[in-house]
């Protein structure tokens, strides 16, 4: 199951095209115009999220995690049943900018539509290019459509917060900014959507843009702060170990991308030109800090080569398992690729557990999703493996809390709860509390619309 925030879902755009007109169907472009458009939906990271485990390209029904529960991603191939073949310029425009289906329904912002609407005009045309003339026809359905528990299941609603927190206005350049500044700032904000998974949410989902790429939540995986601050944030990276990063390569001393991370490197942005990547990364270097009065120190500068062999050596297993204490655990399942005292292999290809991002932020949850579900990547070896068929909760726990306090930051913890919760990728990210937010005010606003009619009812009667 991919894993996002409460947006996420269909496709980018960029380039520029002749003229089209949303009248009538696309006219063949120029194969150098569809290979653009297919560079952009890469951009996008289209793929990512509508391609099903050993599913057709762009066909969809991967579930993705949200916080109201799965979202099952739609066939956006050229079908004229099933996908968006019938689609003309301007219903493509309205879903990428505006999060409308060409029935005229609401998309539900797990499509990243609050990014792509800084896409431009002729950006949005050479993407629709690509997706009608470069994109395999699949006339098959998702075998899962998204069936969200009441209110989220009503479409309509999102009109109201569409309204509310929504900004379809396209991307304006920053004149007193470099064009490789304002190249970044328009992948970032747009294709990229970088904001959809690092700034933090309101109550209401909304991203909240005091915050900006400040960290948030996405499907059980902590999204870290990416502002320039030098503690909260990467401010202590250089524009060099950023490309790298993006390029899926090792960094040492910072640790590996995971989750959705991985995914958004392996499939979106090592493809992306030298060019594109230092655009991003110079912009990126440039945001605004957001501080956590809390952080003492940057996330990869906890930790150091230490063992606890001692008090292994010797040491009978416990016949309860789950009684295995972290040194038992980590000699167990980690010493062999990690090695003894957690210094990895040279050139960080098996990474260092000290001064590694994974164990140094105050979340732990990105900790406990690789220990259960490992580090998988596309077009790579995937080194790190899943032991949630291997280990318990407890066990997990354990271990979990040992690395913390060995390697990583001490004053982050580690809960059975949240493994429990973290273990099943289908609810990792689920949010009870907005459920019963959202049922509240919308009792709420009943009775305050009950008591409005009832409020016109007497004047009328009294006149």
């Given at each position: 199951?991919k894993?996002?925030?409460?947006?996420?879902?269909?496709a980018?755009?960029l380039?520029?095209?002749?003229?089209?007109?949303s009248a009538?169907?696309?006219?063949?472009?120029?194969?150098?115009?569809?290979?653009?458009?297919?560079y952009?939906?890469?951009?996008?990271?289209?793929?990512a999220c509508?391609?099903?485990p050993?599913?057709?390209?762009?066909?969809?029904g991967l579930?993705?995690?949200?916080?109201?529960?799965p979202?099952?991603?739609?066939?956006?191939?050229p079908?004229?049943t099933q996908?968006?073949?019938?689609y003309t310029?301007?219903q493509?425009?309205?879903a990428?900018?505006?999060?409308?289906?060409?029935?005229?329904?609401?998309l539900?912002p797990?499509?990243?539509?609050?990014?792509y609407?800084?896409?431009?005009?002729?950006?949005?045309a050479?993407?629709?290019?690509y997706?009608?003339?470069?994109?395999?026809a699949v006339?098959?359905?998702?075998a899962?459509q998204t069936?969200?528990?009441?209110p989220?299941?009503?479409?309509?609603?999102?009109?109201l917060?569409?309204?509310?927190?929504?900004?379809a206005t396209p991307?304006?350049a920053?004149?007193?900014?470099t064009p490789?500044?304002?190249?970044g700032a328009?992948?970032?904000?747009?294709?990229?959507h970088?904001t959809?998974?690092?700034t933090?949410r309101?109550?209401?989902?909304?991203?909240?843009?005091?915050?900006?790429?400040?960290g948030?939540?996405?499907?059980?995986?902590?999204?870290?702060?990416i502002?320039?601050?030098?503690?909260?944030?990467i401010?202590?990276?250089s524009?060099?170990e950023?490309?790298?990063y993006?390029r899926g390569?090792p960094?040492?001393?910072?640790?590996?991308?995971?989750?959705p991370?991985?995914?958004?490197i392996?499939?979106?942005?090592?493809h992306?030109?030298p060019?594109?990547?230092?655009?991003?990364a110079?912009?990126?270097?440039s945001v605004?800090?957001v501080?956590?009065?809390?952080?003492?120190?940057?996330?990869?500068?906890?930790?150091?080569?230490?063992d606890?062999?001692?008090?292994?050596?010797?040491t009978?297993?416990?016949?309860?398992?789950?009684?295995?204490?972290?040194?038992?655990?980590y000699d167990?399942y980690?010493?062999?690729?990690?090695?003894?005292?957690g210094?990895?292999?040279d050139?960080?290809?098996?990474?260092?557990?000290?001064h590694?991002?994974s164990?140094g932020?105050a979340?732990?949850?990105?900790l406990?999703q690789?220990?259960?579900?490992g580090?998988?990547?596309?077009g790579?070896?995937?080194v790190?493996?899943?032991?949630?068929?291997e280990?318990?909760?407890?066990?997990?726990?354990?271990?979990?809390n040992?690395?913390?306090t060995?390697y990583?930051n001490?004053?982050a913890?580690?809960?059975?709860?949240?493994?429990?919760?973290?273990?099943?990728?289908a609810t990792?990210?689920?949010?009870?509390t907005?459920l019963?937010?959202?049922?509240?005010?919308?009792?709420?606003?009943?009775?305050?619309?009950?008591?409005?009619?009832?409020?016109?009812?007497?004047?009328?009667?009294?006149?």
């Amino acid at each position: 199951m991919k894993t996002l925030t409460f947006t996420h879902l269909f496709a980018g755009a960029l380039l520029a095209t002749t003229a089209w007109t949303s009248a009538h169907a696309a006219e063949p472009a120029a194969g150098a115009e569809i290979e653009r458009g297919r560079y952009l939906a890469t951009a996008g990271d289209c793929i990512a999220c509508h391609t099903a485990p050993g599913g057709k390209p762009m066909a969809g029904g991967l579930a993705l995690a949200s916080p109201m529960g799965p979202i099952y991603s739609t066939n956006i191939t050229p079908s004229k049943t099933q996908g968006i073949g019938s689609y003309t310029l301007e219903q493509f425009t309205a879903a990428l900018r505006h999060g409308k289906r060409a029935d005229g329904a609401n998309l539900y912002p797990a499509m990243p539509y609050t990014a792509y609407a800084k896409t431009s005009d002729e950006d949005i045309a050479a993407m629709y290019a690509y997706f009608l003339q470069g994109v395999s026809a699949v006339d098959e359905a998702p075998a899962r459509q998204t069936d969200l528990p009441f209110p989220f299941n009503i479409r309509a609603s999102l009109g109201l917060w569409n309204a509310m927190f929504h900004d379809a206005t396209p991307f304006k350049a920053d004149l007193s900014q470099t064009p490789e500044w304002n190249r970044g700032a328009y992948l970032s904000q747009g294709l990229a959507h970088c904001t959809t998974c690092h700034t933090p949410r309101t109550a209401l989902m909304a991203e909240d843009h005091q915050r900006s790429l400040g960290g948030g939540e996405v499907g059980g995986w902590h999204a870290p702060n990416i502002t320039s601050d030098k503690t909260s944030g990467i401010g202590g990276w250089s524009v060099e170990e950023l490309v790298t990063y993006m390029r899926g390569l090792p960094v040492p001393g910072k640790g590996p991308a995971a989750g959705p991370m991985a995914e958004a490197i392996d499939h979106s942005l090592k493809h992306l030109t030298p060019q594109d990547l230092k655009a991003i990364a110079v912009y990126i270097q440039s945001v605004p800090a957001v501080a956590n009065d809390k952080a003492r120190l940057a996330a990869d500068r906890f930790g150091q080569a230490r063992d606890d062999l001692d008090s292994v050596r010797g040491t009978a297993l416990p016949r309860d398992f789950d009684a295995l204490t972290g040194p038992q655990l980590y000699d167990a399942y980690c010493a062999s690729c990690h090695q003894a005292q957690g210094q990895g292999s040279d050139g960080d290809g098996l990474p260092a557990l000290f001064h590694n991002t994974s164990l140094g932020h105050a979340n732990s949850n990105n900790l406990v999703q690789v220990l259960l579900h490992g580090i998988h990547r596309v077009g790579t070896d995937s080194v790190m493996p899943a032991f949630a068929h291997e280990l318990s909760d407890r066990q997990v726990t354990t271990l979990s809390n040992y690395l913390l306090t060995t390697y990583g930051n001490p004053e982050a913890k580690v809960s059975e709860a949240q493994v429990a919760k973290l273990r099943d990728p289908a609810t990792a990210g689920t949010d009870a509390t907005l459920l019963t937010l959202a049922r509240a005010g919308m009792a709420v606003g009943a009775v305050a619309l009950l008591a409005l009619i009832a409020w016109l009812m007497r004047r009328r009667r009294q006149r």
